[in-house]
């Protein structure tokens, strides 16, 4: 196989360069690439990815993350390279992920469980629900992380101030369900279809939000299976290969609050004792070597097709000379499958055999 080439698009963090480190083990060529320093071209007919003024060269994979300030940026790559190389995150997951309602809507669709959030977009609406819903509430901006957009509300006094207050910012919000967990969330990493690190955090004193930013402290946990159900459920609802997905303990099992595209692996790293960023680059390589001999599948079928041999083209005509390796089954011989249907065989119709060394023929009576 030829090179393959890797490219980590990032803000730089100390979680991207242990990506690209572990990245180097893989892939031959791995490089990082600021995502202050790209840019997208949109035309009609193209969508173009520059970097530092030049198109993007091409890799065999992308994986490209970012805060949500670079929610727009982010799509628009992903957008322009998802069908040429492995990516991920699919193009849509950046606006699903990095915004809070997004991702309620995305993992609603698949029947996720989370708190009930409501949604208003006025400020008389949301104080109506205010004024009807169960206290306490969380009321949060639908885009920011590490908490810093979390507020908890123990009385319709409080949640009206709050909201006095927040409507100041002009910047969409929801209203959940508090669920009481004595401040303590879980962290669940994904990659594929595993979660491979989890950790449980506890607020600091005084505060409901477990985010280790804002001072919570992380200890390493071992999932319950229906906790991993959920978590790679919601991965795969917002379609993310890579995320962490922090999820509250409901009174009827695991509640899901967000997904990140772009999680931290310093703290979990150090709580769970397994390196995700060696898990995520094993992941990595192994997805782009099956895209790549998926593809090369393809192409050989595509010319089998156009010389008749494979496809529908197929069914109406003669196949000779075919040479394929003999697949067996145990002792038996098993026959491709345009050589059923070429010959029109079906499950039980009578067949005359001969045979000798090297040489069978079939007819059908
Ligand atoms: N509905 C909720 N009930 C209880 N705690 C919550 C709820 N929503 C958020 N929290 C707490 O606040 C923290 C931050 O909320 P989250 O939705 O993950 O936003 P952020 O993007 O700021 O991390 C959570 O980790 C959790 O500890
Ligand atoms: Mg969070």
């Known amino acids: 196989m030829n090179t393959i080439k890797a490219a980590l698009i990032c803000q730089g963090s100390v979680s991207s360069q242990w ?6 083990k893989y892939f031959e060529v791995v490089d ?22 030049t198109p993007l060269q091409p890799y065999d994979c992308i994986y490209a ?7 727009s940026l982010l799509r628009s790559i992903t957008e ?17 992920g990095h915004d809070k309602l997004l991702t309620h809507l995305a993992l609603q669709r698949k029947n996720v469980p989370m708190p009930k959030t409501y949604v208003t977009t006025s400020i008389a609406s949301t104080r109506g629900i205010l004024e009807k819903v169960t206290y ?37 919000l929801i209203i959940q369900e508090y669920i009481e967990t004595g401040g303590v969330d879980t962290r669940a990493f994904v990659i594929g279809d595993q979660v491979v690190a989890a950790c449980r955090r506890s607020a600091a004193e005084g505060d409901v939000r477990s985010n280790i930013h804002a001072g919570a402290e992380g200890e390493k946990i071992m999932l319950d299976a229906k906790s991993r159900r959920i978590a790679v459920d919601t991965a795969q609802a917002v379609g993310a290969d890579i995320c962490a997905v922090d999820m509250v303990q409901g009174p009827h099992g695991p509640l899901v609050l967000e997904v990140n595209l772009s999680p931290g692996l310093q703290g979990i790293t150090k709580i769970s004792g397994v390196d995700i960023a060696a898990k995520i680059a094993a992941f990595l390589y192994e997805q782009t070597r099956l895209r790549k001999t998926s593809q090369k599948k393809e192409k050989e079928v595509a ?15 003669k196949i000779s000379g075919m040479i394929v390796p003999a697949e067996m089954r145990g ?12 010959a029109e065989l079906r499950e039980k119709d009578e067949l005359q055999i001969s045979v000798e060394k090297g040489k069978i023929d079939i007819r059908k009576l």
């Open 136 to 172: 306490p509430i969380i009321m949060k901006f639908t885009k920011g992380t590490q908490g810093k957009g979390v507020m908890f509300a123990e009385s319709l006094t409080s949640a009206s101030t709050l909201l006095d207050a927040m409507d100041v910012l002009k910047q969409p």
């Open 80 to 96: 322009a390279c998802f069908d040429r190389c492995y990516m991920p995150i699919h193009p849509e997951t950046f606006s699903i």
């Open 331 to 342: 002792e038996r011989l098993l026959l491709p499958k345009n050589v059923t249907h070429v």
């Open 32 to 53: 990082e690439l600021s995502i202050k320093h790209v840019e997208t071209v949109i035309a009609e007919k193209s969508i173009e990815v520059l970097h530092h003024g």
């Open 19 to 24: 990506t690209i480190e572990a990245m180097k």
């Open 303 to 317: 010319v089998l097709e156009e010389l008749g041999i494979l496809g529908d083209k197929a069914s109406t005509q």
């Open 65 to 71: 993350k970012g805060s949500y300030r670079y929610e």
